[in-house]
């Protein structure tokens, strides 16, 4: 058990150490950073410690697996911008007490677009869209220790042009029941382009998170903080308008993401959460102050589980996100 501890933390250090050195150039499929639990969209979107007994709590930090039921199936589905949707379907099995697998499957559908030559007439139109199929394990390394693996493969495609890529995500879960409290750190999208739109290579939006989530002793109330984009300070990272310099405090406070849920009953949570970098960007945008602003909720039974929320990702639209699971 010791040996295999100290593998893990051995491979997600090098994993780290790779990726921290190759954060140069462009970025695509970015819609590897979108979530796929309402619950974590309610919570400001990224949040790699919230335990919970869902098939696609271990999308953000595949460690999280290991809390889910065996034989867990869910479907998610999110509204985005201009028409488009997120949607897909999770499925996972425990094998022993300490091992849990899954497999997932998400489509991103952008809508249709019209397609222009090259002075600007529309000859027609085509759908752009997002393929992404993974499958992730958990181990239970003690009582209060997990990690978890993950493999993605990504394809894009942009009328005539297509490209693909993998990532691998690996996280650290740290959980005390009795105390309510969770410590969860997660390498998210290591891995790189295998086929380009047009020969120009692109790196997947590799990121570090750190998150920590506790529940009050006396109160029916659970906190989430989490650290995002942790190998990222530049100000060439964000968003801003022309000739704004981007302060110090501004780019500490743009890596928090927090949340809170209010627990009425076991079986039932109202979320809220704000996501800072968010709020800037799409404020320099011209989106509305309340950019930031995450909302939602769920039902949390023993074998049916459901949440929605309402997130904005985008300046010309709101999201609503929604998840069915049952346990078979």
């Known amino acids: 058990m010791d040996k295999m501890?100290?593998?893990?933390?051995a491979i997600f250090g090098f994993l780290l150490a790779a990726s921290a050195g190759a954060q140069d150039g462009s970025r695509s499929f970015m819609v590897l950073r979108l979530p796929v639990s309402s619950h974590v969209a309610a919570l400001g979107g990224e949040n790699v410690s919230a335990i919970e007994d869902t098939p696609?709590?271990?999308?953000?930090?595949?460690?999280?697996y290991s809390c889910v039921s065996d034989r867990s199936l869910g479907i998610d589905f999110m509204t985005y911008a201009d028409g488009g949707s997120w949607m897909g379907v999770q499925f996972v099995k425990a094998f022993g007490d300490r091992h849990t697998g899954a497999v997932t499957a998400q489509y991103m559908n952008y809508g249709s677009m019209d397609e222009t030559d090259a002075a600007g007439q529309v000859v027609g139109s085509f759908a752009p869209k997002?393929?992404?199929v993974g499958a992730g394990y958990s181990y239970l390394l003690s009582d209060f220790w997990a990690g978890g693996a993950a493999l993605k493969g990504v394809y894009s495609r942009i009328a005539d042009f297509s490209a693909f890529a993998f990532a691998v995500d690996l996280?650290?879960?740290?959980?005390?029941?009795?105390r309510d409290f969770s410590f969860s750190a997660a390498l998210r999208n290591v891995g790189a382009q295998l086929k380009s739109f047009d020969g120009l290579t692109e790196r997947v939006p590799f990121n570090l998170q750190l998150g920590i989530t506790k529940g009050m002793a006396h109160l029916p109330v659970r906190f989430s903080v989490t650290l995002t984009d942790l190998t990222r300070w530049s100000s060439d990272e964000y968003f801003h308008p022309e000739g704004e310099k981007v302060s110090f405090g501004k780019k500490v406070l743009n890596h928090f993401v927090v949340g809170m849920d209010i627990l009425p009953a076991s079986y039932l949570y109202l979320s809220v959460g704000y996501n800072f970098r968010r709020a800037y960007e799409?404020?320099?945008a011209g989106s509305s102050h309340m950019a930031g602003f995450t909302a939602g909720g769920g039902l949390q039974?023993?074998?049916?589980?459901?949440?929605?929320?309402?997130?904005k990702y985008h300046v010309s639209a709101s999201s609503l996100a929604f998840n069915v699971a049952y346990c078979l």
């Open 5 to 9: 501890k100290k593998s893990l933390f």
């Open 56 to 64: 696609w709590a271990g999308w953000a930090n595949p460690a999280l």
């Open 130 to 132: 997002d393929i992404v």
């Open 171 to 178: 996280g650290l879960n740290y959980y005390d029941e009795e």
């Open 282 to 284: 799409l404020k320099a």
């Open 301 to 311: 039974l023993k074998r049916f589980k459901a949440g929605i929320s309402y997130a």
